[in-house]
């Protein structure tokens, strides 16, 4: 199982942006390692939020044929902390798009206020030029991230 880091997707247009929300709730477990007393959601989820929301603006560019992964955090710089009850907003840019892979960049933000500016990059590890074999299927974009995407583009609001 994979863990999916994004509620919906609110805003999608492809190869170009993307931005998705996730609701930060309480009851998440993992808030409550960084500072017992005083729950945050750590940077790195903050990080993965964003990197699936430009990851599936990346693979939807080559109609998810191609396996994405991130390559590269290239700045990851962070304004302030996001706790339970907040609505977080990932805002995800394609900057460059090749057969190789990609560059994104974007914000973070919750309740209008930046959080968090991250600008990553992405390879299509089917056109690698090390000659790795890598299995057919796309490990990937499983039914839970193409889900989202078809849920925004249906019309309603599909949750994960």
């Known amino acids: 199982m994979r863990w999916i880091w994004i509620d919906k997707f609110i805003e999608f247009t492809s190869r170009t942006s993307a931005t998705t929300v996730k609701n930060v709730s309480?009851?998440?477990?993992?808030?409550?390692?960084?500072?017992?007393?005083?729950?945050?959601?750590?940077?790195?989820?903050?990080?993965?939020?964003?990197?699936?929301?430009?990851?599936?603006?990346?693979?939807?560019?080559?109609n998810f044929e191609?396996?994405?992964?991130?390559?590269?955090?290239?700045?990851?710089t962070f304004y302030r902390l996001v706790r339970p009850g907040d609505t977080i907003e990932f805002r995800a840019k394609v900057e460059q798009l090749?057969?190789?892979?990609?560059?994104?960049?974007?914000?973070?933000?919750?309740?209008?206020?930046l959080v968090a500016a991250i600008e990553m990059m992405f390879s299509h590890i089917d056109q690698n030029m090390a000659g790795l074999e890598f299995p057919e299927h796309n490990f990937v974009f499983t039914e839970q991230f193409t889900e989202l995407l078809k849920g925004y583009r249906a019309g309603g609001a599909i949750k994960i």
């Open 98 to 113: 090749s057969e190789q892979g990609a560059s994104t960049s974007g914000t973070v933000t919750c309740g209008g206020e």
């Open 26 to 62: 309480l009851a998440e477990e993992h808030l409550h390692d960084l500072y017992p007393d005083f729950p945050v959601v750590p940077h790195s989820l903050l990080i993965e939020g964003f990197a699936q929301t430009a990851g599936i603006l990346v693979g939807e560019a080559r």
């Open 66 to 76: 191609e396996k994405v992964i991130l390559a590269k955090i290239s700045n990851a």
